[in-house]
């Protein structure tokens, strides 16, 4: 019999893997999607098999965070072994445009899914996908024990929610585990956070498809691993004997200036800065003569613009990742570089451009297939 999951968030990057991932490994995977009038499951599309076949293991159901109803149903009706609940306002810019309603999907709609769990009466394990957001003003490096400080509506919802996750485990026996997650990216990360927008810029500039690449705060450091990998962390929390709270990161830190220095290097663009404030500006000091066509030294790419600031800002999270360590042998595989050149390869081909290739080389010889749709974990479902 396959053990079932159900993935709230599975259109998202984290659910998409981690589908993959749980399909890889024999389970049948439900999934909640928003209904909306155009597609939200490109993600998801090379996983997804007709329902009325009889190999299908990937079933998909319409819901809203907002829905306690039909959460309560699909609880009720697909007795999940596990639960794993991605879906969330996971913008923290946004969350300052729309903090009501970051509250009520992101927080209250945690606290909706636990109570569908309780009332339902079933046994299950619970994934709570938490933030370093959380940790906000905190300084670095965070571990979990590091009090909370958060700094905009996301990270205080994501609070909440975290909370509630525990006073579940502690009040009602439900084996629920928090999963501190740094920042995570990939090929696969939506366009508007700022590793996919720098990655894509430099591909769509090398194109000649764009001039200028608008940001906001250069100095804020984070602490950036690979998506693929953080979801197996999910699972190998949820399979533990006891359910615990993890920080999972790399134990680095870079700030977006360095992100993007080393984008635009890996591609033979050298970015030189001038100016200060909201006057600076990132200038083209060296191109590699392949690239003169779109791009020439002296070319201001990079300019500030306040829109992208937010009114309270994370300087800095840095992962003490001891305990992840020690309790689940945790290390990461891919490095903040490695990271920049897959993502890169990915956009750089996906404007048409052929890649350097080196980010290809590392999924593939770290174990992340490799596919034309993306950086998939597929044939390792084929195989299961
Ligand atoms: P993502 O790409 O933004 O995906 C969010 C998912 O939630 C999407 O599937 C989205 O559906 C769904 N969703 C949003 N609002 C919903 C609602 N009201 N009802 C039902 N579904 C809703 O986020 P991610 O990067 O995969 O992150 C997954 C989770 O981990 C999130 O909870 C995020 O806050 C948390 N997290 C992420 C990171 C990170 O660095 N990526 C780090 C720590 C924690 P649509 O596709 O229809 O929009
Ligand atoms: O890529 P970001 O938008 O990610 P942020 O705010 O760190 O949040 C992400 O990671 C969290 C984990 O810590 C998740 F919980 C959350 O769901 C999300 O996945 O911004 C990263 C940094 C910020 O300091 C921001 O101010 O980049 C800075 N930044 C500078 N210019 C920009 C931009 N961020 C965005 N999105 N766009 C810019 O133009």
């Not at 893997?17 to 209904?35: D, M, N, P, Q």
């Not at 599309?45 to 190999?55: G, S, V």
């Not at 636990?114 to 905190?138: N, P």
């Not at 992100?259 to 083209?284: H, T």
Request: aromatic content about 12%.
């Amino acid at each position: 019999m396959h053990k079932r999951a159900l993935v709230t968030g599975i259109t998202g990057q984290d659910g998409s893997y981690l589908a993959e991932f749980l399909l890889s490994k024999g389970y049948t995977v439900h999934g909640l999607i928003r209904r909306a009038s155009t597609f939200n499951t490109g993600r998801i599309e090379h996983i997804y098999a007709d329902p009325h076949a009889p190999e299908a293991r990937l079933f998909l159901h319409y819901g809203d965070l907002s829905d306690s109803g039909q959460m309560a149903n699909l609880i009720f009706n697909i007795r999940p072994d596990e639960v794993y609940h991605l879906a969330a306002q996971s913008h923290v810019r946004v969350s300052f445009d729309m903090p009501e309603y970051t509250g009520d999907s992101t927080g209250l709609g945690t606290t909706r899914l636990l109570e569908a769990i309780r009332r339902s009466g079933i046994k299950t394990r619970y994934y709570q996908a938490s933030s370093s957001e959380m940790f906000g003003a905190a300084p670095p490096p965070q571990s979990e024990k590091t009090p909370f400080y958060p700094r905009s509506p996301y990270a205080a919802a994501k609070v909440y929610a975290y909370w509630m996750a525990v006073n579940y485990r502690e009040g009602y026996g439900l084996f629920a585990c928090n999963g501190i997650l740094f920042n995570h990216e990939s090929p696969r990360r939506g366009e508007t956070f700022v590793t996919r927008k720098v990655t894509r810029a430099v591909a769509n500039m090398l194109a000649g498809r764009q001039k200028k690449l608008y940001l906001g705060n250069l100095d804020a450091k984070r602490d950036w691993g690979f998506a693929p990998e953080y979801v197996e962390m999910m699972w190998l929390m949820l399979n533990q004997d006891e359910p615990d709270d993890f920080v999972v990161g790399t134990g680095t830190s870079y700030s977006i200036r360095d992100l993007v220095e080393r984008a635009f290097d890996y591609m033979g663009v050298e970015v030189e800065w001038q100016g200060e404030g909201r006057e600076e500006r990132g200038l083209v000091r060296s191109v590699n003569p392949k690239w003169r066509g779109a791009l020439s030294p002296g070319n201001a790419i990079i300019e500030i613009d306040p829109r992208y600031f937010r009114p309270t800002e994370v300087a800095c999270l840095q992962a003490d990742i001891g305990k992840a360590r020690e309790k689940l042998s945790w290390e990461p595989r891919v490095t903040f570089d490695e990271l920049v050149k897959i993502m890169v390869d990915y956009d750089v081909r996906a404007a048409g451009l052929a890649p350097i290739g080196e980010g290809i080389s590392v999924c593939q010889s770290k174990g992340f297939c490799y596919t034309n749709h993306d950086f998939s974990l597929s044939e390792a479902i084929r195989e299961a």
